[in-house]
């Protein structure tokens, strides 16, 4: 059974940065797609970043693209999002999530795609 379990979010000030984890079980990170979605209060749920061994690159959302790096950690079956200088707009819940098989859906961020989600975990970037 896949699980996929967030940790890391909180509430910190514009310009700081934040490191969230997304621990993987059930799915081995050697043959995987995760991705990282955020959903804001009244919007829709977006994705943020999507690391896959099949693609050579990553993928990042334009928003966040130059301040958030996605990684993964083989040893400990996890994948992170390094947050860099926050700013409140990345306020949301942040999720991870993975499809079924190790194809990255097309485009990466079609939420449909994936079937596997966590619990989601809040991040609040306020002065």
């Known amino acids: 059974q896949v699980q996929l379990v967030e940790s890391g979010g909180g509430l910190v000030q514009p310009g700081v940065s934040l490191r969230l984890s997304c621990a993987v079980s059930?799915?081995?990170?050697?043959?995987?797609?995760i991705t990282w979605f955020r959903q804001a209060p009244g919007k829709e749920r977006e994705g943020v970043s999507c690391?896959?061994?099949?693609?050579?690159?990553?993928y990042y959302a334009d928003s966040v693209n130059g301040r958030f790096t996605i990684s993964r950690d083989m040893a400990k079956n996890t994948v992170y999002l390094q947050m860099n200088s926050l700013k409140p707009e990345d306020t949301a819940v942040y999720y991870c999530?993975?499809?079924?098989?190790?194809?990255?859906?097309?485009?990466?961020?079609?939420?449909?795609?994936?079937?596997?989600w966590g619990q989601g975990t809040q991040v609040t970037v306020s002065s």
């Open positions: 690391i896959s061994s099949s693609a050579r690159t990553p």
């Open positions: 999530a993975a499809p079924r098989g190790a194809r990255v859906p097309l485009p990466w961020y079609w939420r449909d795609e994936y079937v596997y």
């Open positions: 059930g799915l081995t990170l050697d043959y995987y797609v």
